[in-house]
């Protein structure tokens, strides 16, 4: 693996290798000394052109634990106030040596472009790149319900599995990201969503769509259900929903429908929450909530992805 | 005397959707540059859009335009006047100026955005009438592609990037239609991009509406699945759209439901192109590549002859134009000799660096070519030979 960008170029075979390393990396973290010598002597350049302070303390943490020597590198600049540009950022990191670049970035497609335009040599692990895709986000995500749903996790898929995605997937990298890797993995992924939210044009992919949440409860046996993060400035002023009112009535998890999963079923979400928009106070903090070890999840998964592209090539050369 | 064995003459070629972008950008392209890129493509006459710096909106610049062409002397530039003033869509300009001016602007168009507001588009249509002029229509609605990065459809949906549908163009091509129906004007639509606005056009045509359309090279050739490289030399507007489109466009040139073909040749600084898709312009080089397409995907599959090329690239732009008194004439003795000689088994490969323009964005290199221009005359005076025939004219 030379890159990491999209979850859709991962086989089975890559998907299932990416979980179980992560679950041996977990397994280190509960040890009293958790730092790993493994890549000691790498650079690993946190390069985020958007702010997320989660993603950038979960990767810089994977890193550091890892002995990596961590670089963090925040390039503001929008559309419209273009700072630096791309290309030449990314040969300023290729001057400083960087054999990793994690990049969090506003526009889609501009972690494929660091990868393939030919300006450094590094691995590109995609942090989450415009509407596109955040493959670490679905590798996590997929790591948390193999430990919660699958009786031997290690070297398995999540066949047979129901995951239903609830929000905005229009605007979502979180949902594409996990749409390919759960089907690869073969899980079926139902999309819960108002059609206004619902990109045109995914016929190809492989889940179904309800329009409804209560419709998806009724339909199919949800074994983790997967709450986004819905942003209130989507619902105002001609948006794609009328109201925050009308989005928590149809498509909010309150305690009432958590109730109407089966007995093993989990909560998840990618954070932030809107407390009170897309999850009720009572689903975010159930027994059924995997959210805060998704995040642990992720600095495992994370290590693991770094380990991959970088301890690797070692072997290659 | 040429041996001209093997090559086909056509009328001088006519471009009716250039970007020169002088004045205002010059670092993107020139008159001079576009200029020799256009009589190297076999064009003997071009079409100036208007959205330069300043605007094309007064009887000044386009006389500057127009007499900056004539001094290069490689081609003949047209002036395309601005519809609104400094292309903003709120008051008509002096198109009357422009008109009588020495330029003698017939088309006006605020290409790049939309005359999208109705009322103004109608009183354009209805002004343009007093001098045989024509609007030049850029259909966009520009609420339903606010943001619109690409064409709306499974690519976008997997990309991640916004869409921009084919209603968006359908809907004002069919309004346009109808007004010009309404005030008994004359639209021409430009860079038809959906199979949808084809039928549009193929319906207005048949109901007797004064309505003419153009197809550009890429919208004949490329897809929406370009923009997976996420290379914003894909990035154009319209967008590239499906295969089903690209058939649809082909068809209806063949049938002549789009009158012409037309380059929307528009040069880039790197820096505009060497970014995030997002970030970058819409539009992609076009004159030197346009025969070499058009051969490729018309004439060789067998969809139109080279006497339907000599229509679609001289004679109908012309007139559309209202310069067919000097372009797109008869190959006869008495006629101004503007003159393309093409060269239809001289395969090429595409080379960015060696473009004649300016900016290096075209989205063909490294793609074969089956034909070129090899000699093209403006009234008797080569402005291109290609070196097989150097010493010809001397």
Known sequence: MRHLLSTRDLSREDAITLLDTAGQMAATQEREVRKL???????????FFEDSTR??????????????????????????SKGESLKDTALTLQAMGADAVVVRHWASGAAYQLAHGGWLHG??????????????????DAFTMRRHLVSDPTGADLAGLTVA??????????????????????????????????????????????????EALETHEIDALMMLRVQRERMTGGGFFPSPGEYTRLYGLDADRMSRLPDHGIVMHPGPMN?????????????RSVIVEQVANGVAVRMAALYLLLAGEEGAS | MIDATGLVALPGLVDLHTHLREPGREDAETIETGSRAAARGGWTAVHAMANTTPVADTAGVVEQVWSRGQEIGLVDVYPIGAVTVGLKGEHLSEMGAMAHSKARVRLFS????????????RRALEYVKAFDGAVVQHAQDLRLTEGAQMHEGEVSAELGLAGWPAVAEESIVARDALLAEHVGSRVHVQHLSTAGSVEII?????????????????????????ARTYDPLFKVNPPLRTQTDVDALRAAVADGTIDIIATDHAPHASEDKDCEWA???????????ALGIVQKVLVDTGAATWRDVARLMSEAPARIGSVDDAHGRPLAAGEPANITLVDPRAAWTVRPEDLASRARNTPYGGIELPGRAVITLLRGVPTHLDPRFEGAFA
Request: glycine share 8%; proline share 5%; charged share 15%.
């Open chain 1, 37 to 47: 010598p493994t890549l000691r002597g790498k650079t690993v350049v946190n390069l």
């Open chain 1, 55 to 80: 993603t950038r303390i979960s990767f810089e943490a994977a890193a550091k634990r890892l002995s990596a020597d961590v670089i963090n590198f925040s390039a503001k600049g929008s559309s419209v």
């Open chain 1, 123 to 140: 691995s590109v692990l995609n942090a989450g790149d415009g509407t596109h895709q955040h493959p670490t986000q679905a590798l996590l």
């Open chain 1, 165 to 214: 995605i609830v929000g905005d997937v229009l605007h979502s990298r979180v949902a594409r990201s996990n749409v390919y890797l759960l089907h690869t993995l073969g899980a079926r992924v139902v999309l819960v969503a108002p059609p206004t939210l619902v990109p045109v044009g995914i016929e190809p992919w492989p889940c179904t769509l309800v329009h409804t949440l209560d």
């Open chain 1, 275 to 287: 407390r009170g928009l897309e999850i009720s106070a009572e689903a975010a903090d159930s027994s």
């Open chain 2, 110 to 121: 605020d290409d790049g955005v939309c005359v999208y507001d109705p009322v103004i588009m």
């Open chain 2, 202 to 226: 193929r319906w207005a045509k048949g109901r007797g509406i004064n309505v003419t359309a153009e197809a550009t090279p890429h919208h004949l050739l490329l897809t929406h699945e370009e």
């Open chain 2, 279 to 289: 970030a970058a312009s819409f539009g992609m080089l076009g004159l030197e590549t």
